[in-house]
C-alpha cells in the first residue's frame, strides 16, 4: 500500500513538474503583456540619432550615462545587497533620478554557473528585484524599471576561477529611450 502511494506522488509530482523552460523570466508586473510587447515593438523601430550617431538626451548619450552607472554584485547564492553595494546603488540612484529620469531602466540579473537553469534564473530575478527595491527607495520611478533574469547564460568571465565566478554574480543596468 505504501509503495503505490509513493509511487502515485512520485508520478504526480513528475507530471506536474514540466519541462524547463530556458528563456530569460522577465518581469512584467509593471505594465500589461501587450504594452510591454508594444513598448518592444517601438523600441525596436524607433531611432533617435545625433550628430555622433548615438542616442542622446541633452548632453550626454544612453552610453555616456550607462558607462556612469555601476553593476551591483553579489556573494555566492545570495540576493541581498551589501553594505558596499548599498553605497553604489545610491550613487546609481542618483544619477538615474539626475540625468536618466527620461529613460526606462532595465535591470539584468545574471549568475554564475553553480546551480541549475531554473534556480539561476529565479536567483538572477531575486538578485534585479533586490536592486529595483533599493533604487525605489532611493526615490526612482518604480513605473520605469523593469527587470529580466538571464541565470547563468550573460557571462562576462569564462575562467573557472572563484574571482571570475564572482564576476558573473551581478547586476546589470541598461537604459532604454
Known amino acids: 500500500m505504501k509503495s503505490i502511494l509513493l509511487s502515485s506522488v512520485v508520478t504526480a509530482?513528475?507530471?506536474?513538474?514540466?519541462?524547463?523552460?530556458?528563456?530569460?523570466?522577465?518581469d512584467d508586473t509593471s505594465s500589461a503583456?501587450?504594452?510591454?510587447?508594444?513598448?518592444v515593438e517601438a523600441v525596436k523601430t524607433e531611432t533617435i540619432a545625433s550628430d555622433n550617431g548615438m542616442i542622446s538626451s541633452g548632453s550626454e548619450s544612453i552610453s555616456d550615462l550607462e558607462s556612469k552607472l555601476t553593476s551591483v554584485y553579489f556573494a555566492f547564492?545570495?540576493?541581498n545587497i551589501s553594505s558596499q553595494m548599498k553605497n553604489n546603488v545610491s550613487a546609481d540612484a542618483a544619477i538615474i533620478k539626475a540625468n536618466a529620469?527620461?529613460?526606462s531602466l532595465k535591470l539584468?540579473?545574471?549568475?554564475d554557473e553553480w546551480g541549475s537553469d531554473e534556480y539561476n534564473f529565479a536567483l538572477g530575478l531575486k538578485r534585479a528585484d533586490a536592486v529595483k527595491k533599493a533604487l525605489v527607495a532611493e526615490g526612482a520611478?518604480?513605473?520605469?524599471?523593469?527587470?529580466?533574469?538571464?541565470?547563468?547564460s550573460n557571462p562576462t568571465c569564462s575562467s573557472k576561477t572563484q574571482d571570475c565566478w564572482s564576476?558573473?554574480?551581478?547586476?546589470?543596468?541598461?537604459l532604454l529611450p
Open 141 to 152: 520611478d518604480a513605473s520605469k524599471i523593469t527587470m529580466v533574469s538571464y541565470g547563468e
Open 108 to 111: 539584468e540579473g545574471n549568475c
Open 101 to 103: 529620469s527620461s529613460y
Open 167 to 174: 564576476k558573473n554574480r551581478r547586476v546589470d543596468f541598461k
Open 13 to 26: 509530482l513528475l507530471v506536474f513538474s514540466g519541462c524547463s523552460d530556458k528563456s530569460p523570466k522577465v
Open 33 to 39: 503583456s501587450s504594452t510591454a510587447t508594444q513598448e
Open 77 to 79: 547564492d545570495k540576493f
